[in-house]
């Protein structure tokens, strides 16, 4: 796999429609699995700037996470044992529901440096975009309007509000709040783990 065809991949995921659901329940395109299980990681590492095969798992685990493919993305991140690996197992765990674990595996992650990206594209989205005025009162409209003012990304005011989103009466205003800043995560993590592979 070359450099374009990596980023096809990436672009594909980026510009899927409707945005990936909070708790996916099945791969999203599977051709798309299939070309990210072709990745050949020596192919990759004599593209770029990683000697670290470590770096192609978390991206290539990142891909199928974002395509919907939990447990194939799983399988990988539980083998990659640094920040990036607890990041996408406690992204992986939140969506499929288990928002303890998915905390302590945020925890484990820390202050990630993809999270600077995602705070401020959540924060200036919340702001102009994001419509929090026209929310319920509630937990959900307090965590959010937390995170709009907060100074860096606080991944368990997220986790809180999707867990009580799940649990409560269906709201497609804050569903869809929630898909987007899941989306700015995805994508600044995505970025993240390809510059680590090309530079």
Known sequence: MNQSELDQIIEKLTNRRPLQSLSPQKVWDASIDEQINAI???ELLALGNSSREVDIEALKSGLL????????????????????????????????????????????AGDHPAMVKLHQ?????????GRLDSLPAGKEKDKLQAIATSTNWEPDHFVVVVASA????????????????????????ISYCRAAVIA
């Open 166 to 189: 799940a649990s409560g009466t269906p709201n497609r205003l804050l569903q869809n709040m929630l898909e987007q800043l899941q989306y700015f995560e995805m994508a600044s993590l």
């Open 40 to 42: 050949d990681n020596k």
């Open 121 to 129: 594209d959540a924060v200036t989205w919340l702001n102009e975009e």
């Open 65 to 108: 996470l974002w395509n919907d493919n939990l447990d194939s993305s799983h399988t990988l991140s539980q083998d990659i044992n640094n920040v990036t690996g607890s990041y996408l197992h406690a992204i992986m765990h939140r969506m499929e529901g288990d928002y303890s674990n998915s905390k302590y595996w945020f925890r484990l």
